[in-house]
């Protein structure tokens, strides 16, 4: 295997899972080592490099399900969905949607909408925070002028049908794990914004759950009480859509 | 080799830094320790806000940075990834660093990167490959940069330079100086089973720009020993001889220690800083003819 592009193909399917090709076996020298084994440390490194790294944004995850199931998992996801940036604090956000269909997890069957509370937690972390909206003139003006609002690049809204917020707070150590009956207490929606450099978690039910969801999915909202919007604007949830 | 304003204000021809690790960002501020610059990997700052950032700018204050890539990828046969080259080419601007490094290594391929350090076979058309990249990246960014060797687990049989011969020639091509990793060659060189100690003779001083050291692990694979560079532990004896003998022949050089993962307390990497200086400073008195040792 002579052409470099060749066997840095080559070379990657195998760290990627596949068996090595003979043509990289033989281009590998085998000294001490046989080839097969040598190309086998680079598989391990890319795998425990990369599960030790989204360990670091799943540490809730690693409370409910303990930190051997979840770097296996974390394995696992390496392989299926690996990384196309070394900026590697994008890494991860499709963790959450491979739980969904892991076989091994599916007992846990809350453990993706956790994930996805982390994952969304990491992102602010690691996000510009932008001005803070607290203009409810123009907030009523743009819903008179059907302008519309959009949901604040600081907040990010999770659907659950499971009691993730409940959840939330038994991984961080702020509810009894023996207070949370997880079958019978439904599911939650969740806002997180990013306010001063801390995230911020709040549970949230009604209307205001409601007319976030609709806001999110870009719904056009019509009336809205005066009350209700302030509400939205004053957890630091939404904003004016760009025009 | 020229030293930044305040570490020579301070009198330091020794410089030593650590690699910055998050546990340790509050210990850097409130001790603000006796250090010549801190090394952090760039990929780890390419966010555009948060807590990373902040950290970083309040350091910067204080130390020189010297900004380490791990991701370009100089080896790859493919080119440079622009939007990274980017990203890294506005993390120069934004925090000037006083050094900039890479390794020579790949580790992009068809949009997936593989989070790794591979090899490469050393050989002239890699060294075009490489030479064209560390162009690249050099031209991108505005500066020089200084290119470090990888620690190696495997050869391949397309390899007709050894490794040095082919950083040299890297070098010559480019303008490119070298980061000289103690640990790495001491690694490769039990891994590939080649003279550890002839590669530091034939390191030419003047290209050595910065120098590594970090602890590695020893591992069983098929019956083998072979060791892997985890950056886990206490930089090993076998490091330190031959980090107090190459820097005997060429002089003190900017040196960091590395230590990536089971992370230490501040203290105990302090404790390793401070051996590296006394190494330095012992070499500077010995050609004074001041050291007992």
Partial sequence: MTDLLSLQRSFAQTILGQEPEDELLGAVKPGNLPPDARLRIHQNNFRESLSGALSGVFPFCEAFVGEMFLKQALRHFALACPPNKAALFLYGADFPDFLRTYAAAASVPYLADVALLEWYTHALSNASEEAIFEDYAAAHAAIEEGAGLRLHGNARLLVSSFPVYDLWQVASGQLEPEALDISSRGGQVVLLVLHEGQVFYQSLEGRVADCLMRIEHGEALGPIEAALLEELIDRGAIALRKS | ?293
């Fill in chain 2, 1 to 293: 080799m020229t030293f930044p304003a305040h570490i020579a204000a301070k009198g330091s021809k020794c410089p030593v830094g650590v690699g910055l690790k998050t546990q340790h960002y509050d210990d850097v501020l409130s001790s603000k320790p006796a250090l010549a610059f801190f090394e952090v990997h760039a990929e780890n700052y390419m966010m555009p806000g948060g807590a990373h950032h902040r950290y970083l700018e309040a350091i910067s204050e204080t130390y020189p940075l010297s900004l380490h890539g791990v991701g370009m990828s100089l080896g790859s046969a493919e080119g440079l990834d622009k939007a990274h080259l980017r990203q890294f080419k506005a993390l120069v601007e934004r925090y000037r660093p006083w050094l900039v490094s890479e390794h020579l290594a790949w580790s992009r391929m068809g949009g997936t990167y593989l989070n790794d350090l591979l090899p490469l076979p050393l050989n002239q058309h890699s060294l075009e490959v490489v030479r064209d990249n560390v162009n690249a990246m050099q031209d991108a960014i505005g500066r020089r940069i200084l290119v470090e060797n990888p620690s190696s687990y495997l050869a391949f049989t397309g390899s007709d330079m050894p490794e040095i011969e082919f950083l040299v020639a890297l070098a010559e091509r480019t303008g490119c100086g070298l980061l000289l990793d103690v640990n790495n060659v001491f690694v490769s060189g039990k891994n590939m089973e080649w003279n550890v100690s002839a590669y530091l003779e034939n390191v030419p001083a003047a290209l050595v720009g910065e120098i590594h050291l970090a602890g590695h692990v020893t591992k069983e694979v098929d019956g083998q020993t072979i060791r892997i560079d985890d950056h886990g532990s206490r930089v090993s004896e076998d490091v330190w001889d031959l980090y107090e003998s190459l820097v005997g022949r060429i002089g003190p050089r900017p040196t960091l220690i590395e230590w990536d993962s089971d992370i230490p307390t501040f203290d105990e990497l302090l404790e390793e800083a401070g051996r590296a200086r006394e190494v330095m400073n012992c070499v500077l008195a010995q050609a004074e003819g001041a050291c007992s040792d």
